[in-house]
């Protein structure tokens, strides 16, 4: 059974950056497409930012272009979210998901295709 644990969120100022983890445990990801997906304060769950499982393809919505940064390491087991220039509107919690797709050629930005997801990790971004 995959099981995926989010860490590295934390309180900081507008402006820092950070870096999310997604470490995974039980099978390899090395199939799994993996995604990024935020929840603010009374909003829904947003996605941002998706890798295909050959890291080949990778999903950013607009608002994240050039700020964030997803990738992932099969030795490892382990995905990432670098993000830079934070700002206040980035608060809200932090989920790492999983689909097992090896022949999906897309990245998957839904969070209706993914199956697997851990239990989140908060960034907090003060103004």
């Known amino acids: 059974q995959l099981r995926l644990v989010e860490s590295g969120g934390a309180l900081v100022q507008a402006g820092a950056s950070l870096r999310l983890f997604c470490t995974a445990s039980?099978?390899?990801?090395?199939?799994?497409?993996m995604g990024w997906f935020r929840k603010a304060p009374g909003k829904g769950r947003e996605p941002v930012a998706a890798?295909?499982?050959?890291?080949?393809?990778?999903y950013y919505p607009d608002s994240m272009k050039g700020r964030f940064t997803i990738s992932k390491n099969n030795d490892q087991n382990t995905v990432y979210l670098q993000m830079t220039n934070l700002k206040p509107e980035d608060t809200g919690t932090y989920y790492c998901a999983a689909h097992l797709s090896p022949y999906i050629q897309y990245a998957l930005r839904s969070e209706d295709e993914y199956d697997n997801w851990g239990q989140g990790t908060q960034v907090t971004v003060s103004s």
């Open positions: 039980g099978p390899a990801l090395t199939n799994y497409h």
């Open positions: 890798i295909t499982a050959d890291s080949g393809h990778i």
